[in-house]
């Protein structure tokens, strides 16, 4: 995410992290400090993104309620609800909360925000420009979306890398060469993906340009289509996932 604002023009801005190394190519836009009683007294940020491990915002996010008077806090922290977050940094503090996904390093991701009552007109603006500085940005007003979004984007990465993973082990098992199946399935994953971004068509549609009738591709579905194959399995993904954003939660 950082490296997809300072292409974009980063204001001059503090990141503070505890292994300050860690940040690369830290330049004049960019100060980085292992300790927020590093940043100056009057330092005044318009937003703050809250980017720690959800089970060390309790520790961590008390010394900023310092700046909820006058930022919006853009929260990309899993679970962690937004009256949660308000609790530690003070009751009306305004906050977006987002979950993007992994795409965001190559600047394909997709995230989706919901703002607190307190966001202001601009201040949802404001993170609406550092968040398509990483992809596409889509808003809902109900907190309780994130969860199945979480599951459905969020996680979804992963989803597409099994498909890969397990399209290259198939591959193997009917006989081609490791190399050459590794750079069929990601090619395929990476392609496909591609060209849904490109059509206007729906993936069931392109699905179905791709199966001709008694062909291989109709007998790969059968099996995959079957009741309690595929659909199975990745509603019951998805439920799982959305459950468990909601155990995070608390």
Do not use: H
Request: overall charge negative.
């Amino acid at each position: 995410m950082l490296a997809g604002w300072r292409e974009r023009g980063l204001s001059a801005s503090f990141a503070v992290d505890p292994a300050p190394d860690a940040v690369r190519n830290a330049g004049s836009d960019l100060t980085v400090v292992a300790d927020l009683s590093a940043v100056p007294a009057d330092f005044a940020p318009a937003a703050v993104v809250l980017a720690v491990k959800p089970q060390s915002a309790a520790e961590a996010l008390p010394a900023y309620a310092r700046f909820a008077g006058s930022a919006v806090f853009l929260s990309i922290m899993a679970g962690r609800t937004i009256a949660g977050i308000q609790a530690l940094l003070g009751g009306s503090a305004a906050v977006v909360r987002a979950m993007p996904n992994t795409p965001a390093a190559v600047r394909q991701g997709i995230t989706v925000a919901t703002p607190s009552p307190t966001v202001t007109s601009a201040q949802r603006e404001l993170c609406g420009d550092l968040l398509r500085a990483i992809g596409l940005v889509e808003w809902v007003e109900r907190e309780a979306l994130l969860d199945p979004v979480t599951a459905v984007s969020g996680s979804g990465p992963a989803y597409v890398f099994l498909l890969a993973e397990l399209m290259e082990q198939a591959a193997i098992e009917q006989g081609i060469a490791p190399d050459l199946a590794r750079i069929l399935a990601r090619q395929t994953v990476a392609g496909s993906g591609a060209l849904l971004a490109a059509s206007q068509e729906s993936a069931a549609e392109l699905r179905k340009a791709v199966t001709s009738p008694g062909g291989t591709t109709q007998a790969a579905l059968e099996v995959l289509m079957a009741p309690d194959a595929v659909p199975k399995a990745f509603s019951e993904a998805i439920a799982a996932a959305t459950r468990r954003s909601r155990e995070l939660a608390g």
